[in-house]
C-alpha cells in the first residue's frame, strides 16, 4: 500500500481486525520509510458495478475512490474512520441494490453529498462546492492530489444553494446503455 505522507510502498501491517459482521477487514499498517500509520480497509463486492461517467466510460466501481473522495472532504473534522467506513459501506449497498449493474457517477456523487450532510456540515459544503465543478470523483481526487502535500484547505468558499439541492443538470437521470 502507498504511504498516504511518503509514497513509499513499503510498509507493515501492525494490526488487524475482521468487523462484528464478517464482511469488512481494518488493517492498521506502518510505513516502513517514515513511519506513518495509516489504515486500510477490504471489503466484498458481491456484484460487479460498473459506473458510468459523464463522458460515457464505465469503469469497474471501486470503493477505494469513493472512501478516498469521502476523505478529502472529511479532512482535519471530526469525522471517524469508522464513520466513513460506514457511509461506504451504506452506498455500496444502495449500489448493490438497484436492479441494474451500472450507475452513473453522479449518481454516487448525489449519495455521498446526502450522507455528509447528515453528519457534517463543513465536509458537505467542501464535497458538493468542489465537486460540482468536476466531470465526477475521479478528477475532483486527482484535483487534489496535484495540491502540494501541505496543509492546505480544498479550495471552495462557496455556499450551497438555499434548498442544498443538486443543480437540475445533476439531477437529470440519464438512461443507461446496453
Ligand atoms: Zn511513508
Redesign the pocket.
Known amino acids: 500500500m502507498r ?6 510502498n ?2 507493515k501491517v501492525i494490526e488487524t481486525r475482521i468487523s462484528k459482521e464478517g464482511d469488512t477487514i481494518r488493517r492498521r499498517r506502518q ?6 500509520r495509516f489504515t486500510t480497509y477490504e471489503s466484498i463486492i458481491p456484484a460487479d458495478i460498473y459506473v458510468v461517467k459523464r463522458d460515457g466510460r464505465r469503469e469497474d466501481f471501486k470503493q477505494e475512490k469513493l472512501r478516498d473522495g469521502i476523505r478529502m472532504a472529511c479532512w482535519k473534522r471530526n469525522i471517524s474512520q469508522e464513520q466513513i467506513e460506514n457511509i461506504v459501506r451504506d452506498i455500496s449497498t444502495q449500489l448493490m441494490s438497484l436492479p441494474q449493474s451500472e450507475v452513473e457517477s453522479h449518481y454516487i456523487g448525489e449519495l455521498v453529498m446526502r450522507a455528509l450532510r447528515n453528519i457534517d456540515e463543513v465536509a458537505y459544503v467542501r464535497f458538493a462546492s468542489v465537486y460540482r465543478h468536476f466531470k465526477d470523483v475521479e478528477a475532483f481526487i486527482n484535483e487534489i492530489n496535484k495540491m502540494p502535500a501541505k496543509e492546505t484547505e480544498p479550495e471552495g468558499e462557496e455556499k450551497p444553494s438555499a434548498q442544498g439541492e443538486a443543480t437540475a443538470e445533476d439531477a437529470k437521470p440519464e438512461e443507461s446503455r446496453p
Open positions: 504511504c498516504p505522507k511518503c509514497a513509499s513499503d510498509d510505513c516502513l520509510q517514515c513511519g506513518f
